[in-house]
């Protein structure tokens, strides 16, 4: 229809017994899930998208549940309409704002845990949320890329960027930050953090939330608050040690019972699964030897091979790579005269080490991921993480509890 008004098509139009309908010049229509007008495609909103994001993120989901119903069922049904219609760059940044913020919001994440966590791939322990205002242009162009190809045959030069290279990317910006730089190994075992994926909704929200800010590195220990300023950062509980996460969760006196029931917790899982398999289990069986007493996890016996395992969760700092701790495991137990021990004990002819090494953020040793797998499913390994992570929140939270370390003038953090 013209400016002015006059119609150019006749009142009633038919063509072989069809009528064709007429569009007034504020009539909308939506075609192939995009929206047009008589003048051509409409602009998008992005009002429904914030909406539909902040009402699934303040609902009563667990904290899990609400991350993967937005990244597996939120995001997705908008994806189609990003792509096809016009939004600018500027408002695809504004809703990925407003996204953040419901993200934060929801899983109580620190203010100043970077960007780059929430849209790191979960394998590269990130939350694996998609990151509107890179993705939409991205996939629109990749679009456009095959539709020129399919209809004139045009073959672009320029390489496609690919999905693979996208998610490196993303995690390569989360592992340049100093809060994700523990978790440069997370894709080489990816039952570390599958956690984040698979929530039974039975876990209380708090313990989900601290598992959640131990895995970004978020606690907010004195040296993370007074990052870049002047300040006490001695351990609140009289160690001269610096209060880190890492001394809080690993080395802090304080924390030493919270510390061993975690361990158990890790140990009860293995030890749980071969017993109902039918398979002799051995707890904490003491062994003399001259001069020496050890006191292996778990003896199992499978197939007729024993198997020693002996759990360990460690850091994996520079100084200290989780790959010593497995080696120490392996010269203690793995020495010929504990094998003829144990071989003596349980009656069989072969002995297996088999040293369980993860940190306490949740991170599997390759090595000691691959010979666990051999003998339990990768599920326990999964769960084995998340118990992990969950307990090492809980120390944090046992750290605060203490009468001893909250100041007066210092808020309750253990309290989420
Ligand atoms: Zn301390």
Not at 178 to 194: C, F, I, L, N, P
Not at 218 to 237: D, E, K, L, Y
Request: glycine share 6%.
């Amino acid at each position: 229809m013209p400016k002015d008004g006059r119609l150019v098509i006749p009142r009633d139009m038919c063509i072989e017994g069809t009528d064709i309908p007429r569009a007034s010049p504020d009539s909308t229509w939506k075609y192939l899930g995009v929206l047009f007008t008589p003048y051509g495609l409409l602009s998008g909103s992005v009002g429904g998208i914030i909406q539909s994001v902040n009402k699934l993120m303040y609902s009563r989901m667990t904290p899990l549940r609400k991350l993967v119903s937005l990244r597996s069922y939120v995001m997705p049904s908008y994806i189609h309409r990003l792509v096809l219609t016009d939004f600018k760059t500027k408002m695809l940044r504004s809703v990925d704002v407003a996204i953040r913020r419901a993200i934060r919001v929801a899983l109580r994440i620190p203010h100043d845990t970077p960007n780059a966590y929430l849209y790191a791939p979960i394998a590269d322990g990130g939350l694996g949320v998609m990151e509107l205002a890179t993705a939409i242009p991205e996939l629109r162009e990749a679009r456009v890329r095959r539709a020129r190809c399919a209809l004139f045959g045009v073959q672009d030069e320029t390489p496609e960027v690919t999905r693979v290279e996208r998610s490196r990317k993303r995690a390569e910006k989360w592992h340049g930050t100093a809060d994700g730089r523990h978790m440069r190994t997370a894709r080489k075992v990816t039952e570390s953090t599958a956690w984040v994926k698979a929530d039974d909704g039975k876990v209380p929200r708090w313990r989900t939330l601290a598992a959640i800010k131990t895995q970004c590195n978020g606690i907010p220990t004195r040296a993370r608050m007074t990052r870049g300023r002047n300040g006490v950062t001695s351990c609140r509980n009289g160690c001269s040690a610096r209060e880190t996460a890492n001394h809080i969760i690993q080395m802090c006196p304080v924390t030493r019972r919270a510390r061993c029931r975690r361990h158990n917790c890790v140990c009860t899982l293995f030890s749980g699964y071969a017993q109902r398999k039918g398979w002799t289990v051995m707890a904490e069986t003491i062994i003399n030897l001259d001069g020496s007493r050890l006191k292996p996890d778990l003896i199992i016996v499978r197939n007729d091979v024993a198997y020693i395992i002996d759990v360990a969760i460690t850091c994996n700092e520079d100084t200290y790579p989780m790959g010593r701790v497995f080696n120490n495991k392996m010269d203690k137990y793995g020495a010929t005269t504990v094998k003829e021990v144990i071989m003596e004990l349980t009656g069989m002819q072969r002995v297996e080490m088999v040293p369980a090494i993860l940190t306490w953020r949740g991170l599997w040793l390759e090595k000691s991921a691959k010979m666990l797998k051999r003998l339990v499913p990768s599920f326990i390994l999964e769960w084995a993480s998340r118990r992990t992570v969950d307990g090492s929140g809980y120390i944090w939270a046992a750290y605060m509890r203490n009468e001893r370390s909250r100041a007066r003038t210092e808020p309750s953090q253990g309290q989420l």
